[in-house]
């Protein structure tokens, strides 16, 4: 199995309630891949970090194998979200990767 971690920040320009619209989007949308991306086993996103955080939403997700996780990459249902819920809103991305 693959776990794929990712850590956003929102952009500044966001007032609170703009983020918190936009952290349930991206929750909405990447959960809503279960089921729809082969090999996807499991997604969760959390948006309600402690305020000792530095980072605004985190996905945390599990495949299959690495040739799942190169497939979600690709996915159209993914592209979509990412492109229109995730991308547009976030200042910067932190990923890892690794095999359990």
Same mark, same amino acid.
């Given at each position: =199995?693959?776990?794929?971690? %990712? ?6 320009? +966001? ?6 619209q !936009?952290?349930?989007? %991206? ?15 499991? !997604?969760?996103v959390? %948006? ?7 980072? &605004?939403? =985190?996905? &945390?997700?599990? +495949? ?18 990412? &492109? ?12 890892? &990767?690794?095999?359990?």
């Open positions: =199995m693959v776990k794929h971690v %990712i850590l956003w920040t929102l952009k500044d320009e +966001f007032k609170d309630e703009e983020k918190d !936009i952290k349930k989007g %991206i929750k909405e949308g990447l959960e809503g891949l279960k089921g729809v991306v082969p090999g996807l086993v499991e !997604i969760k959390n %948006i309600t970090p402690l305020a000792s955080s530095n980072c &605004d939403v =985190m996905l &945390d997700s599990a +495949f299959e194998d690495e040739a799942s996780l190169k497939g979600y990459a690709v996915h159209p249902a993914h592209v979509q979200v990412a &492109d229109t819920k995730v991308r547009p809103y976030t200042a910067s991305r932190v990923c890892m &990767d690794y095999e359990v």
